[in-house]
C-alpha cells in the first residue's frame, strides 16, 4: 500500500509491459493492460496464430496492432559448444548459418513479430563468441 519507487522510470509512464500466455485470459489481458505479447520459441504459425486471436478477441478496432509481438528465439552459432540442448527448434536450424538466421527472422517479421531476443545456450566463456558471430555475421544482413 505504501509502495514508492526511489527512482522514476526513463520511459514517461513506466516501462512499457509485455503479456506472456497463449489462453484466451493471457490475449485479453494482453489487450488491457500490455504494450505487447512476449512469446518464447515461437515460430511464425503461432506468432500469426496469436496475432489473429488479438484481432479477434479486441473489442476496439486497432487495439490488437497497436501492440508489439515479441518473442525469444535460441540461437546456437556455429563452431559454439551448446552448454544445453535448445528447447525447441533453434534460430536458424540446427546448423544455422547467417543466411538461415536472416531467413528464419525474415519470417517471423512477415508473420508479425516487431521484436525478437536471442537466447544464446552457450556456456558464459562462450558467449561472447556467439555475440561476436552474431554481429559480424547476422547484424549487417539485417536492414
Known amino acids: 500500500r505504501a509502495a ?3 527512482v522514476p522510470p526513463v520511459t514517461p509512464g513506466g516501462p512499457p509491459v509485455w503479456v506472456g500466455g497463449h489462453s ?3 490475449l485479453r489481458r494482453v489487450l ?3 504494450d505487447g505479447w512476449y512469446g518464447t520459441g515461437a515460430d511464425p504459425a503461432e506468432v500469426t496464430d496469436v496475432r489473429r486471436r488479438l ?3 479486441s473489442t476496439d478496432a486497432g487495439e490488437a496492432d497497436r501492440l508489439i509481438l515479441a518473442s525469444a528465439a535460441f540461437l546456437n552459432p556455429p563452431g559454439v559448444p551448446a552448454a544445453v540442448p535448445p528447447p525447441g527448434r533453434p534460430l536458424g536450424g540446427l546448423t544455422p548459418t547467417a543466411a538461415s538466421v536472416t531467413d528464419d527472422l525474415g519470417q517471423l517479421a512477415e508473420a508479425g513479430l516487431t521484436a525478437c ?3 544464446l545456450p552457450v556456456a558464459a566463456e562462450h558467449v561472447g563468441d556467439a555475440m ?3 554481429a559480424a555475421e547476422v ?3 539485417l536492414t
Open 139 to 141: 547484424a549487417p544482413q
Open 32 to 34: 488491457r493492460f500490455g
Open 132 to 134: 561476436e558471430w552474431i
Open 117 to 119: 531476443t536471442l537466447w
Open 4 to 6: 514508492h519507487l526511489g
Open 24 to 26: 484466451d485470459a493471457a
Open 55 to 57: 484481432h479477434e478477441l
